[in-house]
């Protein structure tokens, strides 16, 4: 056996140079966990509550991170093994009840009251203002999503998503294949789109802007492409919006191609632009650009510059089989491949010909 070198108890003195550095290093990482920008900038009107939320448990938990690790390295510090000592067994200890007590009692403490914080802010949250709130159905499908609502008497389903400033809005998510999870960052909220139930949350737009909806639950190869627009718009400039795409969309307008109540370029823009919603066929324009339909998402290649020189047969073959041929930059699989079962003839060939004119236009 080596030489005893053991060292002793801590001294008050050491005790009070450890509290006044956890004192200094919490107040620090308090100060620089505050000041840090985590968030977008707040875009509804309850936020600013989960921005507090998120600043309480900084302000908590720094403090307990800072006190660990200071300990951490005040004892490896302290009692760390010295040349020599390589064959001593560590002192004999023993448990104390008291101090066992103490360190479990008050993290059940705070996490108790984190809790409860938490829960009655939860309830806050969901207990928004019923009347008057205005319903937004949001549809999540590999890769895209879609969104609903009537507005005076007139279903409106688009593929960028809508909606006044100022006004509560009642979300029901739904999912059409695999869990997705419906969240604008700005907004703060988010909530899984699931296969067979429908879930939701209800908020107030405060700011008027432009933002994105991510899916932030895994759900496939085009996981990372899932997003859609935003637009939150003054009352007014919402109102000039509804009045301009207040006509009859859907399965009624798609439908007409079988007894010709419709022209071709009237059934393939519809198509493009708003999908089959009664089998469920995905409008192109949720993923892609082109210029004469109006959208502008980024999910798949802008058809402006993709198919600009391909004849109308080669079109025709990407909706049909879309992994025969994938744009550089893109993944395979992300396209849905069922559309050729899902679309009967004469809708593909309006569609097909509705994008042939539309890129080929000059």
């Not at 966990?33 to 921005?51: E, N, V």
């Not at 009537?150 to 739904?174: A, D, S, W």
């Not at 079988?258 to 409008?283: E, H, R, W, Y």
Request: aromatic share 8%; net charge positive.
């Amino acid at each position: 056996m080596g030489e005893d070198t053991r060292r002793g108890p801590v001294t008050g003195r050491m005790w009070v140079t450890l509290i006044a550095i956890g004192l200094v290093a919490s107040a620090i990482g308090i100060a620089l966990g505050l000041s840090l920008r985590w968030f977008p900038a707040q875009g509804s009107t309850i936020a600013h509550k989960i921005d507090t939320f998120w600043d309480v448990l900084i302000i908590v938990s720094v403090p307990i991170f800072v006190g660990v690790v200071t300990m951490v390295l005040f004892s490896i510090w302290r009692w760390r093994q010295r040349p020599g000592e390589e064959l001593l067994d560590g002192p004999p200890i023993h448990g104390n009840t008291k101090l066992e007590v103490v360190w479990t009692t008050i993290p059940t403490i705070i996490i108790a009251g984190l809790c409860a914080y938490a829960t009655v802010l939860l309830l806050d949250i969901q207990n928004a203002p019923a009347k008057g709130t205005r319903v937004i159905n949001v549809t999540g499908q590999q890769f895209a999503w879609t969104f609903s609502t009537v507005e005076n008497g007139k279903k409106i389903q688009t593929n960028e998503l809508y909606v006044p400033v100022g006004e509560p809005i009642n979300f029901k998510v739904r999912s059409l294949d695999v869990i997705h999870d419906f969240w604008v960052p700005e907004w703060r909220l988010k909530v899984d789109a699931v296969p067979g139930i429908t879930t939701g949350y209800a908020l107030t737009p405060s700011k008027v802007g432009n933002y994105q909806v991510v899916c932030a639950e895994l759900c496939g190869l085009g996981h990372a492409f899932m997003r859609a627009n935003v637009h939150v718009l003054p009352a007014a400039k919402y109102a000039a919006w509804v009045q301009k795409v207040t006509t009859p969309v859907g399965a009624a307008a798609v439908g007409a191609a079988s007894n010709g109540s419709a022209s071709v370029d009237t059934i393939g823009k519809q198509l493009f632009v708003a999908g089959n919603p009664s089998t469920g066929t995905l409008a192109c324009g949720t993923c892609h650009t082109m210029k004469a339909a109006g959208t502008s998402s980024a999910t798949g290649p802008n058809l402006d510059k993709f198919v600009a020189q391909d004849p109308a047969s080669a079109i025709r073959e990407m909706i049909v089989n879309p992994n025969k041929e994938i744009a550089t930059g893109f993944a395979k699989g992300v396209m849905p491949v069922n559309i050729g079962k899902t679309l009967n003839k004469q809708q593909i060939d309006a569609l097909t010909a509705y994008i042939y004119k539309s890129v080929h236009r000059r």
